[in-house]
């Protein structure tokens, strides 16, 4: 903090960017990882739309590391950013980051994961909870009713608030099933980062340890269901088990067209991009866009904007990611 303060350049830099928070704000968007193909999308829209409406975007990327995204978004701050746009590898860890910005008064907008026990601006994502029931209820519509259904299930990684989400939405359709001992759940497992090896890894214990009798194994994401399928593949069980998805992946929409995975949840990342990078140059224009719901991130109602997903298999494909062209016909074949 000292050290910025007595940073003259710096503090003609900070007098420059207030000076052109009017016009042209500088908006920091700080992600956690670019591996996910989603997050390249996400981070291309959202900054085609702040420049049309003529802001400039910081892009760091933290590769899946805590301590390296407090430090990008220190760095964000310190170059005198007018607002930050976030999406936390750990909505826990960047507290301490929000609580920086807050001290430099900078607005703070979560993007598509919630940051917890701080004071953040507002909140834009998917209906996360809806993930959740659209891939549960898909799973839950096609196991056998004439015995006990078994299934896995690969949750994503127990540092983003969202896998919790996904999981509640899950459990919304999954649980009163498994209490009535309609399913039998027999082997379950969080995959840490969202890595596919680590949905890869479950899959390997899930079937060493419960064999290979498995009607639906309940993937929260396409990354890691690519992993999951993967296993399944290498014990000669793909296409035969029920998968589900998340994200609509180039991949993963050629896997479901493949039959090996099931389904995926189409979220239209337009939508959410476009909005939040209007947001961004709203509050960094000291305006207060309108926001339909809040979200308790535990110290704080936060203004939050949920957009909608659509569950997507084998008929409807064409019908909704190519139709709205987020995938071309022909990357599909
Ligand atoms: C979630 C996000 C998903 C998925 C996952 C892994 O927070 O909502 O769309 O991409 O992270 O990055």
Not at 104 to 133: Q, W
Not at 227 to 253: N, R, S
Request: hydrophobic content about 45%; charged content about 25%.
């Amino acid at each position: 903090m000292k050290t910025r303060l007595a940073s003259v350049p710096l503090l003609l830099a900070l007098a420059a960017s207030a000076f052109a928070s009017k016009e042209k704000p500088v908006i920091g968007l700080s992600l956690d990882t670019l591996k996910e193909e989603r997050w390249q999308r996400d981070r291309d829209t959202f900054t085609a739309e702040a420049q049309k409406l003529g802001a400039t975007v910081i892009v760091q990327s933290a590769n899946s590391d805590d301590t390296r995204q407090v430090r990008d978004v220190e760095s964000l701050i310190s170059r005198g950013v007018d607002v930050l746009v976030i999406v936390p590898h750990n909505g826990g860890a960047m507290t301490r980051a929000v609580k920086s910005a807050n001290e430099a008064k900078i607005p703070v907008i979560a993007y598509d994961r919630l940051i917890m026990n701080c004071s953040i601006d507002y909140y834009l994502t998917f209906d996360n909870v809806k993930v959740g029931e659209a891939q549960g209820g898909y799973a839950a519509a096609r196991l056998p009713k004439d015995r006990k259904a078994r299934i896995v299930r690969i949750y994503g990684a127990p540092t983003d608030n969202n896998a919790k989400m996904f999981k509640q939405g899950q459990d919304n359709i999954l649980g009163p099933l498994i209490k009535s001992g309609k399913i039998d759940v027999i082997h379950e497992d969080w995959a840490l980062d969202w890595k596919p090896e680590n949905g890869k890894k479950i899959m390997n214990a899930a079937i060493t340890r419960a064999g290979r009798n498995i009607d639906a194994v309940v993937v929260s994401n396409d990354g890691t269901a690519g992993g999951a399928i993967q296993a399944l593949l290498e014990e000669g069980l793909a296409g035969q088990v029920l998968v589900t998805g998340q994200d609509a992946d180039l991949a993963a929409c050629q896997r479901i067209l493949r039959g090996t995975q099931s389904m995926t949840v189409y979220k239209p990342l337009k939508n959410l991009a476009t909005l939040a990078a209007r947001v961004a140059v709203d509050v960094a224009q000291g305006r207060k866009p309108a926001a339909a719901a809040v979200l308790d991130n535990g110290v704080k109602k936060v203004p939050s904007i949920f957009e909608k997903v659509i569950s997507v298999d084998k008929e409807n494909l064409t019908a909704t990611v190519i139709a709205d062209g987020f995938h071309k016909a022909e990357d599909l074949r």
